[in-house]
């Protein structure tokens, strides 16, 4: 991946952001990994890393990130929480501190906080745009200048981020949705504001990877009535995914009910070789600005680089 200026072509104000890759993810990982995936990001050239909040599913990503933020020197770093089992000021102080450490490199993303989330912290989601938007507001208060994303795939939050963050995530829309989606939050903004998509690395087409069978069976847990009608998937098949969940299984299990040709509808699926033309066609496909894909995808747990397209050309 070539080290274009971080910020061509995108709205002013968020700094870190490569034309059309936005950076690298990482789902739950040993932590020794999601170190060396990060520090592995920054070295080739990557603008962001972030973490996806899993509540007692995963290690304290507050802690991991502040551990890379001393063995980084320029990627972005941030975390996907929600304002449910953390709270909107318990944010706000570990943004700040996240700041300080990395001299302004963090970052946060606020959803509402998937079911399984939210359970397992024992949390509820209450008036989850109105929560959201109150976090906006105590960030900006407590963390002012933090740069805030909200990530959903809901229209009524999407067009509450609109008027309030700086970017917004998009993630469990199927692909063949994305287009009309985009369009019409384009057609709603009236100020700058940063589409992303973020996806899992879905495998090569002959071999399923375990993150993105477990993104897909996340995304149906919380899938959209019309989304899923739209995309022809199985009432059943998502009940059962749910009920695995839910109901005190476990994410392999559920990710075991996952058909792999739902793969491509959520995740990427591409040979490593071919995958930044593989993410290029995705960012053109769906109108998103930026595409973040999984750090699984682009490097092993020692954080050698597995896709050799990436490597940095200065």
Not at 200 to 215: C, M, Q, V, W
């Amino acid at each position: 991946m070539s080290r274009e200026p971080m910020d061509a072509g995108l709205p002013a104000g968020l700094p870190g952001l490569a034309p059309g890759l936005a950076g690298v993810m990482l789902a739950d990982s040993p932590t020794d990994a999601g170190a060396n995936r990060a520090e592995a990001a920054d070295r080739h050239g990557f603008g962001r890393f972030h973490l996806a909040d899993r509540g007692l599913d995963g290690r304290d990503q507050w802690v991991m990130l502040g551990a890379t933020a001393r063995t980084t020197r320029h990627i972005r770093l941030g975390l996907v929480t929600n304002p449910f089992t953390r709270t909107p000021a318990t944010t706000a102080n570990a943004l700040r501190t996240l700041r300080e450490l990395t001299g302004g490199r963090a970052f946060v993303v606020l959803a509402r906080g998937g079911e399984r989330i939210l359970s397992g912290g024992g949390a509820v989601a209450h008036r989850p745009i109105a929560a959201v938007q109150e976090s906006l507001r105590v960030i900006g208060e407590l963390c002012p200048g933090a740069e805030t994303w909200v990530a959903t795939k809901g229209p009524a939050m999407a067009a509450m981020a609109l008027r309030h963050a700086d970017g917004l995530l998009l993630s469990g829309v199927p692909h063949a949705l994305l287009p009309e989606v985009t369009a019409k939050l384009r057609a709603a903004m009236d100020r700058p504001v940063t589409l992303g998509l973020s996806v899992a690395y879905g495998g090569d087409g002959t071999a399923s990877t375990r993150d993105g069978l477990i993104r897909v069976a996340l995304e149906l847990g919380n899938l959209r009535e019309e989304y899923r009608e739209a995309a022809g998937i199985d009432a059943a098949l998502v009940e059962a995914v749910k009920r695995e969940l839910f109901g005190g299984g476990s994410l392999d299990r559920a990710a075991a009910l996952v058909p792999p040709d739902l793969l491509p509808q959520f995740t990427l699926v591409a040979p490593r070789p071919e995958l930044r033309t593989a993410l290029d066609r995705l960012r053109e496909h769906s109108g998103a600005d930026v595409v973040e894909i999984s750090a699984s995808a682009l490097f092993d747990d020692g954080g050698r680089l597995l896709a050799p397209q990436f490597t940095p050309t200065t």
